[in-house]
Nanobody, 120 residues
Framework: QVQLVESGGGLVQPGGSLRLSCAAS????????MGWYRQAPGKQRDLVAT???????NYADAVKGRFTASRDNAKNTVFLQMDSLKPEDTAVYYC??????????????WGQGTQVTVSS
């Protein structure tokens, strides 16, 4: 079994910053891509950013230049640095990871989500 636990969400004023973390634990043999998604009330869950094992990143157009994704492979952790936050960034943020366990097949796992609210 694999668990992904997010932290770092909260309430911030427009223009402010937050840093999200997501740590994976369990019977992990290998982790491939890790990523962040977000879901605002009444909307679908959308991609925010992904990070490959080698550190290559991909971002949604809405967050390019403001958000930075990174990971620490030794700690099975992915981060999302969010700067210049806007009210439209308000959502529940979820991390995911493609994990190979001791069963031998990769599967995608999700965290429980962390609320980010941008408001004055």
């Amino acid at each position: 079994q694999v668990q992904l636990v997010e932290s770092g969400g909260g309430l911030v004023q427009p223009g402010g910053s937050l840093r999200l973390s997501c740590a994976a634990s369990g019977s992990i043999i290998d982790i491939g891509a890790m990523g962040w998604y977000r879901q605002a009330p009444g909307k679908q869950r959308d991609l925010v950013a992904t990070v490959t094992r080698g550190g290559r990143t991909n971002y949604a157009d809405a967050v390019k230049g403001r958000f930075t994704a990174s990971r620490d492979n030794a700690k099975n952790t992915v981060f999302l640095q969010m700067d210049s936050l806007k009210p439209e960034d308000t959502a529940v943020y979820y991390c995911n990871a493609v994990v190979t366990t001791d069963f031998g097949f990769p599967n995608t796992y999700w965290g429980q989500g962390t609320q980010v609210t941008v408001s004055s």
